[in-house]
């Protein structure tokens, strides 16, 4: 039997569907933020020798642990926000860490094209991406 969403499974997207999350998406979304910023907190230590800044990292450190608080996944558009933040920051470190491994070279170009969202996170990312294209009027 199918829940209120027509019976889609249930999950983040039956719940963004109303605009909040179940008890369960919020607990295990926060037990995977956790895991994730246990390896970013890895990352960090494995680099703390390398000759490169590390802000991007420590902003999505920061960003992560604001993912491990309940209330922000009350607010579907802060949580849309950090998760953009965790992904812009990630996409800045590998371009460093790229330019480091590589070296710099000017006429070089990185695209990554779209960016990736966080498994688990797609339907809201998706449904945000709705609301916004409502609002502007398309």
């Known amino acids: 039997m199918g829940g209120p969403d027509g019976g889609n499974r249930g999950g983040a997207y039956a719940g963004s569907r109303y605009g909040r999350l179940s008890t369960g998406d919020i607990r295990q979304s926060r037990s995977e933020a956790r895991q994730r910023l246990q390896e970013a907190l890895e990352l960090q230590r494995l680099l703390e020798d390398v000759d490169l800044n590390q802000q991007q990292l420590g902003d999505v450190i920061a960003a992560l ?15 849309a926000r950090l998760q953009s933040q965790i992904v812009e920051g990630l996409q800045q470190l590998e371009f460093g860490l790229r330019r480091e491994m590589e070296g710099e070279n000017e006429n070089r170009v990185f695209s990554s094209g779209s960016y990736d969202v966080p498994r688990g996170f797609e339907d809201i990312v998706e449904e945000y991406s709705r609301a916004l294209a409502r609002g502007s009027g398309n």
């Open 65 to 79: 642990r604001q993912l491990d608080r309940e209330d922000v996944y009350l607010d579907l558009a802060e949580l």
